[in-house]
């Protein structure tokens, strides 16, 4: 089977950020992959590496080679991006295999270029220390990097993880307890699954309401 391009996995990443943005994906209401006790692919344990070295979180169990514990709380992996990135619902997900063997044959370059050891038994860019993980993650955003908007678009993916629970709506990913909404202090909902706030920003009303606006606040 030959692999896929640079620009269909680059489509296909894309077309995953404009399914995601028109519509929340529903997360699995079983454990996620934080809690998770089934054994990852090797593919999806590479992945995880790359979101934890984009926003690190504290190993979910004593070993885990995938999160490299850099910092305690909640990081991308915590906050469910394996769900996200491996649901049927997104153009990226038959990619996926293709966007790790990229990234850890990045990783044995590396490695042989410093003359680093990598562990036989797991995948290469889980074998690089938290360090080298970051150092390598940095290069592959450099200008001179010809598969930097693959590494880019996936970065979006992972800080929507994290950052807004993409993968769900947002008042019912709050009720669960996503650890990214929760470790970033995300206000909950008021009556009606709705955001009001009753103070203005600039502590006064810059301007009246509009006479025509309807009752959901949207301009006539």
């Known amino acids: 089977m ?21 519509e929340g994906l529903p997360q699995p209401a079983t454990a996620s992959a934080a809690h998770s006790t089934t054994p990852e692919s090797p593919p999806l344990q590479t992945l995880l590496a790359f979101a934890d070295t ?38 990226v997900k038959p990619f996926l295999p293709a966007i790790a063997s990229l990234l850890d044959a990045r990783a044995v370059s590396y490695a042989a270029a410093r003359l680093i050891l990598l562990p036989p038994l797991q995948p290469p860019f889980t074998g690089l220390s938290f360090r080298h993980r970051t150092a390598l993650v940095t290069g592959l955003f450099g200008p001179e990097d010809v598969d930097r908007p693959i590494w880019q ?3 979006l993916i992972v800080g929507l993880a994290f950052d807004s629970a993409g993968s769900q709506d947002t008042p019912e990913a709050i009720r669960q307890g996503h650890a990214g909404l929760a470790w970033l202090g995300f206000p909950a909902p008021g009556q ?29």
């Open 54 to 91: 984009l926003i690190p979180g504290q190993r979910r169990y004593p070993g885990d080679t995938v999160v490299a514990g850099a910092v305690t709380g909640p990081g991308a992996v915590q906050a469910g991006v394996a769900d996200l990135l491996a649901s049927p619902r997104l153009p």
């Open 192 to 220: 009606g699954d709705s955001w009001r706030f009753t103070e203005f920003s600039y502590g006064s009303a810059l301007a009246g309401l509009h006479p025509r606006t309807t009752a959901s606040g949207s301009p006539a």
């Open 153 to 155: 678009v996936l970065s």
């Open 2 to 22: 030959t692999p896929p391009d640079r620009r269909t996995v680059l489509r296909a990443l894309t077309a995953t950020l404009a399914a995601m943005a028109a």
